[in-house]
């Protein structure tokens, strides 16, 4: 990684970083300092798609402020020059973690946004360990938050605007696809009530759920469904009849 000075008119936020979007982010905690004395830490950037312009991987809160004090002071955008570290190309998984790493040290996002992020680092071909090692996360944190890739988008979207809480989202984890059909049918209907909190795991095995430990056999040798339950122990047997 090398060090540069570069103009603000080259720079955008990149895809990667966890806090791009459509809505500008609140920079009114850093403001009144990039007013005083300017952008001090370094903004981590790759190369953009342009010969000269650069994406910005975290730092787009320090990016935002500069703007605004640009503007403030009807500075050129070209003659505004921020402090940046410019990571190798080709790097996503660098990238992705850069600016988690960051954000996570600021201000913790929620977990859809974790997921969002963490998923993409497994399809860089990161394992849930190895997440968890470079962000100091116990590694079943890591595979509950991945847990929420079993949810249908709109329960995700519910969940990100508290539309329903945490521990409802968790059970609609263990629901098949279609089960979760089911419950956003009943969350839709002003005359129907979809079951809530612990309510959802009876209602997702039909009235009836056995833990796996309370079995008397060894699990390897069962041809049932298991149903695995990340934020409890164990699991659940998925047929109570085949039990």
């Known amino acids: 990684m090398k ?20 809505a500008p982010p609140d920079v009114s905690d ?28 975290a730092g787009s809160r ?16 070209s003659a505004c020059l921020l402090p940046c ?43 849930p360990e190895g997440i968890g090692l470079t962000f100091g996360f116990p590694e079943l944190m890591v595979r509950r938050i991945l847990a929420l890739g079993n949810l249908l988008p709109r329960i995700r979207d519910l969940y990100r605007k508290d539309k329903i809480d945490r521990v409802t989202v968790r059970h609609l984890t263990l629901a098949s696809k279609a089960q979760q059909k ?12 979809a079951p809530t909190g612990q309510q959802v795991k009876a209602w997702a095995f039909g009235g009836s759920t056995i833990p796996t430990g309370n079995a008397l056999f060894a699990l ?19 047929d109570a009849d085949t039990f």
């Open 182 to 193: 089911d419950w956003l049918a009943l969350y839709d209907d002003p005359k129907a009530h």
């Open 30 to 57: 850093i403001l009144p300092t990039v007013r005083k004395r300017g952008v001090i830490q370094s903004l981590l950037v790759r190369a953009g798609a342009v010969e000269g312009d650069f994406e910005i991987v």
């Open 85 to 127: 570290g410019i990571l190798d190309e080709g790097d996503d998984a660098a990238a992705i973690e850069a600016s988690m790493i960051e954000n996570m040290a600021r201000l913790d996002p929620d977990e859809v946004r974790q997921w969002e992020s963490f998923t993409r680092l497994v399809k860089e071909g990161h394992s």
């Open 3 to 22: 060090l540069a000075f570069i103009a603000l008119d080259r720079l955008s936020v990149s895809k990667a970083n966890m806090r791009h979007g459509k």
């Open 62 to 77: 320090r990016f935002h402020a500069a703007g605004l004090v640009a503007a403030e002071t009807e500075t050129p955008a």
């Open 220 to 238: 390897d040798g069962f041809a049932g469904p298991i149903v695995a339950d990340l934020f409890g122990e164990g699991g659940y047997f998925g």
